[in-house]
Every structure is written in C-alpha cells, then in structure tokens.
C-alpha cells in the first residue's frame, strides 16, 4: 500500500469518526423537567397527554417529566426558577407574580375572556407570539409555550345570587381583576388561600367563592357544604400558560421544535374535553349533595360586563402610563376572542 493510499484511508477514518460522533450526539436523549404546582387535574391532563405524544413522535429522543406539588419550585417562585435553568418548563399562572408579566396580565380582565376555553386558549397562543409579550417573556429567559386555560370562574356559597344587587354586602373569595366589577355592586373581596376555603365557608368568614368551575369546586369539596351553584355568570379567568426555558427551546432541533408546535392545537381540544369530562361528572355531584344550581340571568350578566369595560380602560392606561402598549394588546386580544370556536 503506497503512502497516498494510506493518507487517504486515514482522511477517510477520521471523517467517517467525526460524522458518527455528530451522528451519536444527534440521538441523544433530552430530558426537561417541567415544575407544576397542585396534583394531577383538568388543567394538567392535556400537558401530559402532550408529554406522552413529544416522547412517541421523536421516537425517545425528547422526554418530559411532569413533577408535581411545587417540588421544584413553589407556585409564585416558578419563573426564576425557570430564568436560572433550574428546570426546563413550568406552569405559570400570572395572578401569582402580574408585575413580572405586565401584558400577559390582559387574559386577567373581569369579564373579557368567552366560556369556551377553545378560544381562550387560541388567544393564548396568539398572545405568546406578539412582539410585545415575546420581549416580556424575554426577560425571564422564557417562551410561552403550550396555553393552559382555565375554564370561566363560577360562584358557589350560601346566598342566592340572581342580580347584580345582591352582591351588596356579600362577603366572597375571589381574586384577580374580576373583584372589581363585583366590588363596583358592594361586594366585599376576601384574599383567603384556597386550602382555607372549606373552614371559612364552614365557618362564615366568607358567604360564597368564585373557582374556575366545575373542577375546584369539587377539588376543595365547596359543594359539601355550600347551598347555591351560581352558574354562567363567567366571571372571566385567570391567565396561565406553560413557559419554557429560552436555552432548553434553542437547543432542541428544528423538528422536533416543529412536533412541540404542531401539538398545540391538538392540546386546545385536550383542555375543552378534560373541562367537558369533569363538568358531567361534578354538576352531577353537586345535586347529589343538594346544591341548588342558579343559572345567572343573562340580562344581569351584561349588566357586569358593561361596567367592566371601565376596568378594562383602567387597565389600559395604567401600562400606557409605564410605557407599555396597553391599548394594542388589549385590542390584539379582543380580535382573537371574537374567533369562532
């Protein structure tokens, strides 16, 4: 064998080595662990159907394990956790921390989100992509990544509520913007956790509780003690979404970015069907145990909606005032709630 034959056999080696090393680092296995707060429920049943889809359709290659019960971080200390790379993806609820995600904080309006979490979680993700809110979510090192709905707050208590003037007085657990509408009627707001929502009711230190319905009702057994199911007054929601971590995103390959995208409207359905599923089951359960369901007139409702425009104003210029495109996002979202189902 001369010596160029040789010269090129070794070239030929030494290539055929550094493509299988590129070959071998290509079929590695990524793991993201994501940080969710609470068990196993409606809100996380989607992204672990998701979870499971990921792993089958990059055959491995790309894991995601959900743990749960604020083992990785607590609730209101998720997004720098995520920012430091101490985990790869959380569920955020912006209600916790509205100072770190100022525009994301529009999904908060009382009133403004439809009780269909289809649209709601479509606006989510058309939220995500503005510029604006990408640039937001820039700074904590994240990129929305799947939407996480929560169905319509609802109220259940011990008074029959079937106009807006019956809220004078009441005493009742409800949090974010939505306070204010009822509030604006004489209601009087109640900051009690939700694990102390059983003993105050039981107690009287609240006479009712709005929850995103069915399913924390149920979760924290109001329906054991409370007389009244206030239902389709639709409240409006909390905003919450599956962040995940800038640096995890970017190393990921470009397919297997594509599966985690193309996922997302699939997952819209996942929400509305695990929603579905416990509202059966729950309103069922709540006669059982002789709630009375109330559904809210829808005359009374517009009557709330109305005077939550003003709000919805107040919100608006409190982010001009901090330089902030308040009106844009919040016009930018009502465009997407007025998509059909």
């Keep these: 064998m001369t010596m160029r034959v040789r010269t090129i056999l070794m070239a030929v080696m030494v290539v055929g080595a550094a493509l299988g090393a590129v070959g071998a680092e290509a079929q590695q296995t990524v793991t993201w662990k994501a940080a969710l707060f609470g068990p196993p429920r409606a809100l996380t049943k989607p992204v672990d159907w998701w979870a499971h889809e990921v792993a089958t359709r990059t055959n491995g290659q790309v894991k995601i394990e959900l743990i749960y019960g604020e083992a990785l971080a607590k609730a209101t200390e998720i997004p720098e956790g995520l920012r430091a790379g101490a985990f790869e993806m959380g569920l955020f609820c912006a209600a916790y921390y509205p100072g770190k995600f100022p525009l994301y904080t529009v999904l908060d309006l009382p009133m403004l989100t439809p009780d269909d979490v289809r649209v709601q979680a479509r606006a989510e993700i058309a939220l995500g992509e503005h510029p604006a809110l990408v640039a937001e979510m820039k700074r904590w090192n994240a990129k929305l990544l799947l939407p996480a709905p929560l169905p319509q707050y609802q109220i259940m208590g011990q008074k029959k509520i079937t106009r807006a003037e019956d809220f004078k007085g009441l005493r009742i657990r409800v949090s974010g913007e939505m306070a204010r509408v009822l509030e604006d009627f004489g209601a009087v707001k109640s900051l009690v956790p939700a694990p102390e929502v059983y003993p105050s009711l039981e107690r009287g230190v609240v006479d009712a509780v709005a929850f995103p319905a069915t399913y924390a009702f149920f979760s924290y057994r109001v329906h054991e003690i409370a007389k009244y199911f206030i239902d389709r007054i639709s409240l409006g929601s909390q905003p919450c979404f599956y962040g995940v971590n800038l640096a ?26 695990a929603y579905a599923a416990d509202d059966a089951k729950n309103y069922d359960l709540f006669k059982q145990k002789g709630v009375e369901l109330v559904n809210f007139p829808p005359a009374e409702r517009a009557r709330l909606t109305a005077n939550a425009e003003k709000h919805w104003q107040a919100w608006v210029e409190e982010k001009e005032k901090r330089g902030l495109p308040g009106r844009s996002v919040l016009e930018f979202v009502q465009g997407r709630l007025r998509a059909r189902p």
């Design 248 to 273: 995890a995103w970017e190393k990921l390959t470009p397919a297997q970015q594509k599966i985690m995208l193309d996922l997302r409207e699939p997952v819209v359905q996942q929400f509305y069907e």
